[in-house]
C-alpha cells in the first residue's frame, strides 16, 4: 500500500463525515503556495513567469496556519516555486504537523540536503520531490543539466535521515515509456515511499507549447507504463485515478477537491487555472461558478486536463460515493492488479521515439549556480 494506514483511514473518515452532512462539494487537500520564487525555470511551468516583485512576495505562517484552519482539509500540498527557498518554511511545516495534517512538502531537491537539517521526522509530513524521469528526462524536463542527480541526493540523504519521501512525474509528449518504467525501479530501489506521476497541464504562460500530452496520447503512454506493472510499484495515489490514466475510468474533473491559497488569495477556480481570487475559502466554494470547468463544460482550457490535481479527488468521491463505488475501490485495495495487458506489452515493445522539438531552455552549469545563489542569498 503506497499510503499509510494512518493517513488513509484519516482521509476516509474525513470524507465519510463530509459524506454524512450531505455536502457535494469539499476540500481534500489544500495546495499551499507560500511563494512563487524558484531556483528552476521549467519550460512546462507557467507558475514562475511573474514580474520580480510578485516572485519577491510570500505568505507568513500565519497566513498559512489560517488558510489551512478556514479548508479543513486533512492534507495540505505545499508546492511553488520552490518551498525551501521560502525561510520560514521549517516553521510553517512545524506548525501544520503540529495541527496534525498531512503535509507533502513539493521540492525539485536543489536545496534538500543541505536544509534537512531544519526539519522534524514526521509521519505527518513528507518530502515529495519532483522526478520526472531518468536522468536525460528529467533534465530536459527541468532545463538544467545535473538535476537529476541533485534530486537522487536528496531523495538518499531524506530517507537516510528517517523522513517519509514520495515523488512526484510530470510526463510531456515525447516521454519514453520504457524510460520511466525503469525510472520507477529507479525509484523503489532508493527507498521512496510512494511514487505519483501525472501528465503536464497546457499554462498558456508556459515557455514551451509544443511538448503537452492531449487525452489520447495521455491514455496510450500511462496504458504502456502502468499496465504489466513490477510488484514492487507503490503509488501515491487512488488506484482509480491510475485507472482513469490508464483509460479504463472516466472521470470528471472535481475542481473544488483541491483548493488553493496563495499570495493573491484563494485561487479561481484550482490549482491550474487562474480566473479570479476569493478573499476567503467559503467565498471561494459559494460564489465560484464550477460549472464553467472540466471536460464536460466545453471550457477549451480544461479540454485536455487529465492532472492529478483536478481528477483524483474524483476518484475519492466516487470512492465514498456509493456502496457500488466503495466495494470497487476495496478489492482494488485487498486484491491489487498488475494490470496484465499483452496488446499495452506489445505497444511498449514497439515504442520508438518521435521526432523530439529542441529544449526551449536550459542554463549552463555556471550560470544555474550563480542563479542557485542569488536565489538563497536573497532569503
Known amino acids: ?98 495541527r496534525k495534517k498531512y503535509v507533502y512538502m513539493c521540492t525539485n531537491a536543489l536545496l534538500l540536503k543541505e536544509k534537512l537539517h531544519l526539519f522534524k521526522p514526521s509521519k505527518y509530513l513528507s518530502f ?22 541533485m534530486a537522487m541526493e536528496g531523495i538518499h540523504a531524506a530517507v537516510a535521515a528517517g523522513f517519509r519521501v514520495t515523488t512526484n512525474t510530470t510526463l510531456f509528449d515525447g516521454a519514453d515509456p520504457n524510460s520511466v518504467r525503469a525510472h520507477f525501479d529507479e525509484l523503489m530501489a532508493a527507498g521512496v515511499e510512494s511514487m505519483m506521476v501525472s501528465p503536464g497541464y497546457t499554462y498558456e504562460k508556459a515557455p514551451d507549447q509544443n511538448h503537452f500530452l492531449g487525452k489520447a496520447k495521455s491514455r496510450k503512454l500511462f496504458r504502456m507504463i502502468l499496465s504489466n506493472r513490477n510488484k514492487s510499484w507503490q503509488f501515491n495515489t487512488h488506484p482509480l ?23 493573491f488569495g484563494w485561487q479561481k477556480p484550482c490549482y491550474l487555472l487562474q480566473d479570479g481570487y476569493a478573499d476567503t475559502f467559503k467565498e471561494l466554494m459559494e460564489t465560484t461558478k464550477w460549472e464553467n470547468y472540466g471536460a464536460k463544460s466545453g471550457n477549451p482550457q480544461c479540454a485536455n486536463c487529465m492532472v492529478h490535481s483536478g481528477h483524483e479527488a474524483s476518484a475519492v468521491d466516487y470512492n465514498f460515493g456509493s456502496l457500488k463505488g466503495f466495494w470497487e475501490t476495496a478489492k482494488k485495495y485487498m486484491f491489487p492488479s498488475l494490470y496484465p495487458d499483452p496488446e499495452a506489452q506489445k505497444l511498449l515493445n514497439d515504442w520508438k521515439p518521435a521526432n523530439s522539438h529542441p529544449l526551449v531552455q536550459i542554463q549552463s552549469a555556471a550560470s544555474e549556480k550563480r542563479s542557485l545563489e542569488t536565489s538563497v542569498a536573497g532569503d
Not at 525561510?87 to 511545516?93: L, Q
Request: with cysteine; proline share 8%.
Open 1 to 98: 500500500m503506497g499510503v499509510p494506514i494512518s493517513q488513509a483511514w484519516t482521509v476516509a473518515s474525513y470524507v465519510l463525515k463530509q459524506k454524512l452532512k450531505g455536502r457535494r462539494r469539499y476540500p481534500l487537500v489544500l495546495m499551499l503556495e507560500p511563494l512563487f520564487r524558484c531556483n528552476l525555470a521549467c519550460a512546462g511551468c507557467g507558475k514562475i513567469q511573474y514580474p520580480a516583485h510578485i516572485l519577491k512576495a510570500e505568505l507568513t505562517p500565519e497566513e498559512c496556519f489560517k488558510a489551512v484552519e478556514e479548508c479543513g482539509a486533512p492534507m495540505v500540498s505545499i508546492p511553488g516555486g520552490e518551498p525551501l527557498l521560502h525561510p520560514k518554511m521549517p516553521e510553517i511545516v512545524a506548525g501544520l504537523v503540529a
Open 128 to 149: 515529495s520531490v519532483h522526478v520526472d524521469g531518468q536522468k536525460e528526462h528529467h533534465d530536459f524536463s527541468v532545463c538544467r543539466e545535473g538535476g537529476h542527480d
Open 241 to 263: 485515478f491510475s485507472e482513469f490514466l490508464m483509460g479504463k475510468q472516466d472521470f470528471e474533473c472535481t475542481p473544488w477537491g483541491m483548493p488553493t491559497f496563495s499570495i
